[in-house]
């Protein structure tokens, strides 16, 4: 294809031709600005989808990227070796210290943990996470995780059949929170700064010293459970990493073991509150489909299969970098070494091709489950398996406590998160009826 005017070099550096902070109309590249009042972020990948399957747009800070929109590309980029999420290694300019990235860039490609990972360093850890995660646990966990979305439904007990209350706060907010606390052993009384912090890593929109000052936070609150951890390690899901991390061949460093739990505890909150919210504004919005689940015609298990396809709760996650130059066979799209590549995991799941009527909510659509929102190949979700218990007891649960439950917005007029990362409503007003 041909490549936007200002196309990054192999050096990471700008060809002469500089692209302003926001390209003119009928020129340059587009900026990816991610959801907001006027468009979701499926429906942003969708637009950058007529351009092409990887066109070139422009992120903050200005670094130009390839945001894969194709679902087929974005799965053989996921798998092949060709590449990688390391930018120490595979991104040039950034590996020697020539360029400067600030930013929500920076803060997301900035840590070394299972993520920012290549080859055999992924495989390392990696390891810990997936036997700290494994299905053997996640049952183990599910009696704890029924009684704390019993306790959070009771605690709606005393609010009016005709208030409204906010399902983001109010419900799928808590529940995430208090399965941290619970299973995986980070302080209460930390959580809600951690929490706070943290969201500012997921507002795209935020500017770079806001940006510094929540990834400042999130860090300094990791370093006192990770030091408290490796003191005392408990019977939780810390201790279990700290320990698996400990007996590796090569244990991790304080560092190292902190922005392990980062990962964890972020994704176990970020995506989990959305994907309960957004699982929860499907079914609500539509009552035929939410008629097959309640009657038990329809699994649960597939209704958040296919909110998962239609909004997933990580709309695309920066960055990744071409480890080489290489071309796509089946789409003759050509990546030069080191090219900095987005998978856009929304647009992707948007695709006429792999999904007829892909906008439309579909429990019993077949092909549902080859949507990317978990990820794809090596760097798949470690923590799905308890993320979808977690989310189908939560939803569960609400459904048969509020079975007259409705929406008191249409869903096109909830607020969505400011972000290109993060997918799903700040806020859902909700009548328990």
Known sequence: MTLAPGHETVDGTREAEALTDRPPPGGGCPYLRGATAAQTNGQEGQRLGALGPAPVVELPGGVLARAVVDPALAERLSVGPHVSRDAARHWPGYREGTRTVDGVIAQWIGTRNALNSYGDDHRQLRSPIAAALTRRRVEA???AIESIVQDVLDGLEGIGTDQNIDLVQSYALPIPHEVITRLLGVPAEHLADFSAAAAGLFDTSAGAEDMARSMGAVLGLLDQLVASARARPGDNLVGDLVRAADASENPLSDTELRDQLMLIIIAGTETTVHAIGTLLVHLLAHPDQLALVTSGQVPME???TESLRLRPPIASVPLRFAVR????????????????????LAGANLDPGRYPEPERFDVQREGGSRSLAFGYGPHACPGAALATREIVIAVTRFLERHPGARLALAPGLLEQTASFISNGYTSIAVELG
């Open 302 to 304: 597939d209704a958040l």
């Open 141 to 143: 966990m599910t009696p």
């Open 325 to 344: 130059q290489f071309r796509d066979a089946r789409t003759g799209e050509q990546f030069g070494e080191g090219e900095p590549i987005l998978i856009h």
